[in-house]
C-alpha cells in the first residue's frame, strides 16, 4: 500500500492523482475509542499509527489488539509526530477543548467525539482555528450515519411525510452513569445532532427540566425545543429507566413515522395515518376525519454508522470538502445543550436560541 500523508497544502489534483492513505493518532481508548480505532483499522484509506491513554490497563488493551501500533501515555507523541495527520479525541467531554486545540495547532485534522466542547465560545475558538489552518472538523455525530437516519432525511426531503408537525425522542435505560456530565450533555447530543439533521429550520427556544437523584448530575431530563411554523421537538433522556427505549416519532401532515433503534428489522416504520379537519363556521362544526391507512417499512442496510463516518472523514479530508457533521454542526448542538442547562437551573424557564 503506498503511505502518502495528506497535507492541507497539497493541490487538489495532486491529490487525486495518488492512493492516500491519512495516519491517524487516537486519544483515549476507554470505552469508545476501540471503536474509533477498530473501525478506523478496517478502512482501506486509513491507518493507525499511534494510540494514546493515561490509563495503563487502557494501554494494555490497546497494545494487545494492536501489537503494531505506538501505544504510549504521552500525548504530545501524537501531536507533535509528523507521521500523524489525523487526531482521534476520544475522552470525556472536559477534555476535548484542550487536546483538539493541541491537535489543531500542531496542523492535523481533528475527528472529535460527541459533545463537540464543553461550551460554545471553546467551539467557536476551535472553529477559527481549523479555518485558519485549512484543517477540517468531524464532530462524532454517529447516528446521522445509520441507514435509519439517513432514510428519514431522504423522507423528509422527498416531502413525504408533508408539513412537519413534531420530532418526538426518548432515549432512557439503567446507567451508564458519567461522573463528569449529566444526562442531557451524555445522552442529549445525539438526538439534538439527529434533530439537527432533519429539520432543516433552526429552533427559536428551548426549555429544559431534569432532577439529580444520585451523584450530584441531573439524571433525567426532558427538552423541548419551539420551531418556526409550530414545529415542536421534545426529548426525554433518562439513565434511570427500568428499561432501555431508543423510539423516535416524527409526524406530519401527509403521514407519520416510528424509529425503533433497538428493532432488529423494520426499525423504521411509515404509516399513512392523519387528521383531515374541514368545515368553517366554528370550533364545533368541523369536521375531523381520521385517516388510517398502510403501514410501511422501507429496507436499511446494516453497515456500521461509525464505519460510513470514519470513510467520510477521510474522504474530506483526501478530496478538501467540509463535513456536514462539521465543528459548525458541533456548535449547533452545543449551543442547544448550554441553552438547555440554563434553562434547566430555572426549572424549565424558556432560554431564547
Ligand atoms: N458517538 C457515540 O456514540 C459515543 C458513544 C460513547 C461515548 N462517546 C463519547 O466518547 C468520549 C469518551 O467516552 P467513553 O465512554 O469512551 O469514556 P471512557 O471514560 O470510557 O474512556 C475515556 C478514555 O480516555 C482516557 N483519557 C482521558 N483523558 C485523557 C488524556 N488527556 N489523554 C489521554 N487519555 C485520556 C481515559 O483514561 C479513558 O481510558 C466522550 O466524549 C463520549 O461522549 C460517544
Known amino acids: 500500500m503506498a503511505t502518502c500523508l495528506v ?11 495518488e492512493t492516500h492513505i491519512v495516519k491517524f493518532g487516537v486519544v483515549g481508548y476507554g470505552y469508545w475509542g476501540p471503536n474509533v480505532v477498530r473501525n478506523l483499522d478496517h478502512l482501506e484509506e486509513a491507518e493507525v499509527v499511534a494510540v494514546c491513554d493515561k490509563s495503563a490497563p487502557a494501554r494494555k488493551k490497546a497494545e494487545k489488539a494492536y501489537p503494531d501500533v505506538l501505544v504510549t501515555d504521552d500525548v504530545s507523541e501524537l501531536m507533535t509526530s509528523p507521521d500523524i495527520d489525523a487526531i482521534a479525541v476520544v475522552t470525556p467531554v472536559w477534555t476535548h477543548y484542550e487536546l483538539a486545540k493541541a491537535a489543531l495547532e500542531n496542523g492535523k485534522h481533528l475527528f472529535v467525539e460527541k459533545p463537540f466542547t464543553s461550551n460554545t465560545a471553546q467551539a467557536e475558538e476551535l472553529i477559527a482555528l481549523a479555518a485558519r489552518k485549512n484543517l477540517k472538523i468531524m464532530v462524532d455525530h454517529t447516528f446521522l450515519f445509520t441507514a435509519a437516519v439517513q432514510k428519514i432525511k431522504q423522507l423528509l426531503q422527498d416531502g413525504a411525510l408533508g408539513k412537519l408537525y ?3 425522542s426518548t432515549r432512557v435505560n439503567l446507567g451508564l452513569f458519567q461522573h463528569d456530565v449529566n444526562v442531557l450533555w451524555d445522552l442529549a447530543p445525539h438526538d439534538l445532532s439527529i434533530m439537527d439533521h432533519l429539520i432543516q429550520e433552526s429552533p427559536e427556544a428551548i426549555s429544559a427540566t431534569g432532577q439529580t437523584h444520585l451523584n450530584g448530575h441531573e439524571d433525567i431530563a ?9 414545529v415542536i421537538a421534545h426529548i426525554n433522556v433518562n439513565w434511570l429507566s427500568p428499561v432501555k427505549v431508543r423510539t423516535t416519532l416524527i409526524g406530519g401532515e401527509k403521514k407519520m413515522l416510528v424509529w425503533n433503534d ?4 423494520q ?11 374541514s368545515g368553517t363556521e366554528g370550533l364545533y362544526n368541523l369536521l375531523v376525519n381520521y385517516r388510517s391507512g398502510d403501514m ?5 442496510d446494516q453497515v456500521e454508522a461509525l464505519s460510513r463516518e470514519l470513510a467520510y472523514f477521510v474522504d474530506c479530508i483526501a478530496n478538501d470538502q467540509m463535513p456536514m457533521n462539521d465543528g459548525k454542526a458541533g456548535l449547533r448542538v452545543v449551543k442547544m445543550l448550554e441553552a438547555a442547562s440554563k434553562s434547566l437551573r430555572q426549572r424549565g424557564a424558556l432560554v431564547s436560541l
Open 7 to 17: 497535507r492541507p497544502q497539497d493541490s487538489p489534483a495532486a491529490q487525486k492523482q
Open 166 to 168: 413534531y420530532y418526538d
Open 267 to 277: 426499525k423504521v416504520k411509515v404509516y399513512d395515518k392523519g387528521v383531515n379537519v
Open 262 to 265: 433497538l428493532e432488529a428489522d
Open 222 to 230: 426532558f427538552i423541548t425545543l419551539y420551531f418556526p411554523n409550530s
Open 296 to 300: 410501511w417499512a422501507p429496507h436499511l
